[in-house]
């Protein structure tokens, strides 16, 4: 099920990849870009987390944080961070109860077959908590700036 805008963001507490718990409750009164992505260190993601990092001020600038999330584990957040010199804070979702959640885990099409799996997708949520943009199917290269822009 997709969210829709101006409905309640899906609250969540998952850990960052130094084990500490974030929750969407602790980014009242900011706007939250929240994006999921299917894996670490793979090449449509190391784009869009490179993306995001590079446009990460400017977000800033309009009084939004920047929350990755996926299935892997902290160790491999950890690497992710370190090997791509990420500036970003991701969040581990390995028992996709947050990924399920915000509609962002399900059937998908891979190379002409349908599996299982991550829907790259990306919420921008207000000051209040609320969807303000639900984006589903994104393509990684240039989303990070179409979501400047909507932010």
Do not use: W
Not at 8 to 28: G, I, R
Not at 85 to 94: F, N, T
Request: charged share 25%; aromatic share 10%.
């Amino acid at each position: 099920m997709q969210l829709q805008p101006k409905t309640p963001a899906p609250a969540f507490t998952l850990f960052n990849a130094h084990n500490k718990s974030v929750s969407l409750k602790d980014f009242l009164g900011k706007s939250v870009v929240l994006y999921f992505y299917p894996k670490d260190n793979t090449p449509g993601c190391t784009i869009e987390a490179q993306d995001f990092t590079k446009l990460k001020a400017e977000f800033e600038a309009k009084g939004a944080v920047i929350l990755g999330v996926s299935p892997d584990d902290a160790k491999s957040h950890c690497h992710f961070i370190e090997s791509e010199k990420l500036g970003i804070e991701l969040l581990s979702d390995p028992s996709l109860e947050v990924l399920k959640a915000y509609g962002a885990y399900g059937t998908k099409n891979m190379y002409g077959k349908e599996v299982e799996g991550v829907i790259r997708s990306t919420f921008v949520i207000d000051k209040e908590g609320k969807i303000a943009h639900a984006l589903y199917n994104v393509q990684a290269k240039g989303h990070a700036q179409r979501v400047l822009e909507l932010v």
